[in-house]
């Protein structure tokens, strides 16, 4: 969902350098999964030297009440991380008609933060943040710290697929076929 409609798309890196020549990759809508490509020659040196490999988790291997952070860009403040515990394994949720098996955590996961990393205290990539629960009320069925990842040993061969792919540049509007 971060992605879908998007007409053209920057990546901000920790070092504060923003590219704007990002270009989706591949989509997989009904996992909530995109993976996004930014051309090498896009990229400074002093960037490059800030760039690492996350370390791919097992989530699968997870525990309930194992400690995580989430990473994000949390109401598009810059990059933030929270902190909190496994509440639940395969939890299942509908978002858009789409129902996702995903990772409950209490760290809280705001608007901005999807996409990020929730990792555990290994420092791993365990799951990619997608929703939270919300509600409007004070009443007793308000909900706090309800927080949603996808589980990374869903996602990794989605990942590794549409890692291959052809990158989708725009094509100018009188390019365009009929």
Same mark, same amino acid.
């Given at each position: 969902?971060?992605?879908?409609? %998007?007409?053209?798309?920057?990546?901000?890196?920790?070092?504060?350098?923003?590219?704007?020549?990002? =270009?989706?990759?591949? !989509?997989? #809508?009904?996992? $909530?999964?995109?993976?996004?490509?930014?051309?090498? $020659? #896009?990229?400074? $040196?002093? !960037?490059?030297?800030?760039?690492?490999? #996350? %370390?791919?988790?097992?989530?699968?291997?997870?525990?309930?009440?194992?400690?995580?952070?989430?990473?994000? /860009?949390?109401?598009?403040?810059?990059?933030?991380? !929270?902190?909190? =515990?496994?509440?639940?394994?395969?939890? $299942?949720?509908?978002?858009?008609? /789409? !129902?996702? %098996?995903?990772?409950?955590?209490?760290?809280?996961?705001?608007?901005? /933060?999807?996409?990020?990393?929730?990792?555990?205290?290994?420092?791993?990539?365990?799951?990619?943040?997608?929703?939270?629960?919300?509600?409007?009320?004070?009443?007793?069925?308000?909900?706090?710290?309800?927080?949603?990842?996808?589980?990374?040993?869903?996602?990794?061969?989605?990942?590794? /697929?549409?890692?291959?792919?052809? %990158?989708? =540049?725009?094509?100018?509007?009188?390019?365009?076929?009929?």
């Amino acid at each position: 969902h971060v992605v879908e409609g %998007t007409t053209s798309l920057s990546v901000q890196f920790t070092n504060d350098v923003s590219i704007d020549r990002a =270009y989706v990759k591949g !989509t997989s #809508a009904d996992n $909530d999964i995109a993976v996004v490509a930014i051309p090498i $020659d #896009a990229i400074d $040196d002093r !960037t490059i030297g800030y760039i690492k490999i #996350a %370390t791919l988790g097992d989530s699968d291997k997870m525990k309930v009440g194992e400690g995580v952070i989430a990473i994000g /860009n949390a109401l598009g403040y810059g990059q933030s991380l !929270t902190v909190g =515990y496994v509440s639940a394994k395969d939890r $299942d949720i509908t978002i858009d008609n /789409n !129902t996702l %098996t995903v990772i409950q955590t209490d760290a809280a996961i705001n608007g901005g /933060n999807s996409g990020g990393a929730l990792l555990n205290m290994n420092g791993e990539v365990i799951g990619i943040n997608v929703a939270k629960s919300s509600s409007s009320s004070s009443s007793e069925a308000s909900v706090e710290g309800m927080g949603y990842a996808i589980p990374i040993s869903q996602a990794k061969e989605i990942i590794e /697929n549409l890692s291959n792919k052809e %990158t989708r =540049y725009p094509v100018a509007e009188e390019d365009k076929g009929y």
